[in-house]
């Protein structure tokens, strides 16, 4: 006899889909940017009710974080972190091409990630109360950024 929750999943993968989108997002600089929103809007354009959201940023000098979105000294808080343990400018750095902030960006951006998943509900991200998705600019000046949303799971027919 077949465990039922292995039967359950093998109906479901019958009945995946996947969505695949590039969020296009300018930054005015180094900082958190709250992304919850536009990414929300591409799983509701995917009409996936269930399923998993990677996100994956298609740079190596910003990061991809889960973090509160409710208290701004929070962000405060980790950006002013973040200088103290990778300062701009640290005579420790070789590669200098665009400027001082150039390397401790990349430092950062492997202190942290590139790539978050979060599980969808009913249509949603299962983010918790008080968390965000964001889009941290590692560099001072502007950026357009990429970011890649993957989306695998059951349509809204198939999910009912």
Same mark, same amino acid.
């Given at each position: 006899?077949?465990?039922?929750?292995?039967?359950?999943?093998?109906?479901?993968?019958?009945?995946?889909?996947?969505?695949?989108?590039?969020?296009?997002? +300018?930054? =005015?600089?180094?900082?958190?940017?709250?992304? !919850?929103?536009?990414?929300?809007?591409?799983?509701?354009? @995917? $009409?996936? #009710?269930?399923?998993?959201?990677?996100?994956?940023?298609?740079?190596?000098?910003?990061?991809?974080?889960?973090?509160?979105?409710?208290?701004?000294?929070?962000?405060?808080?980790?950006?002013?972190?973040?200088?103290?343990?990778?300062?701009?400018?640290?005579?420790?750095?070789?590669?200098?091409?665009?400027?001082?902030? +150039?390397? =401790?960006?990349?430092?950062?951006?492997?202190? !942290?990630?590139?790539?978050?998943?979060?599980?969808?509900? @009913? $249509?949603? #991200?299962?983010?918790?109360?008080?968390?965000?998705?964001?889009?941290?600019?590692?560099?001072?000046?502007?950026?357009?950024?990429?970011?890649?949303?993957?989306?695998?799971?059951?349509?809204?027919?198939?999910?009912?």
């Amino acid at each position: 006899m077949e465990h039922p929750a292995r039967a359950v999943a093998l109906t479901y993968a019958h009945m995946l889909q996947q969505y695949l989108k590039t969020l296009v997002v +300018d930054t =005015p600089g180094r900082g958190l940017h709250d992304i !919850t929103r536009t990414v929300a809007q591409a799983i509701r354009e @995917s $009409g996936t #009710l269930e399923g998993l959201a990677t996100l994956f940023l298609r740079h190596t000098s910003a990061s991809l974080v889960i973090q509160e979105n409710a208290d701004p000294d929070v962000l405060g808080d980790l950006e002013r972190f973040m200088q103290r343990l990778v300062p701009d400018g640290d005579p420790l750095y070789q590669h200098r091409d665009e400027g001082p902030d +150039d390397m =401790p960006a990349h430092v950062r951006a492997a202190l !942290t990630a590139v790539q978050v998943s979060v599980p969808l509900s @009913s $249509g949603r #991200l299962m983010l918790g109360t008080w968390q965000g998705i964001y889009l941290w600019e590692q560099r001072t000046r502007p950026h357009r950024r990429e970011i890649v949303i993957h989306i695998v799971g059951a349509p809204s027919s198939a999910a009912r």
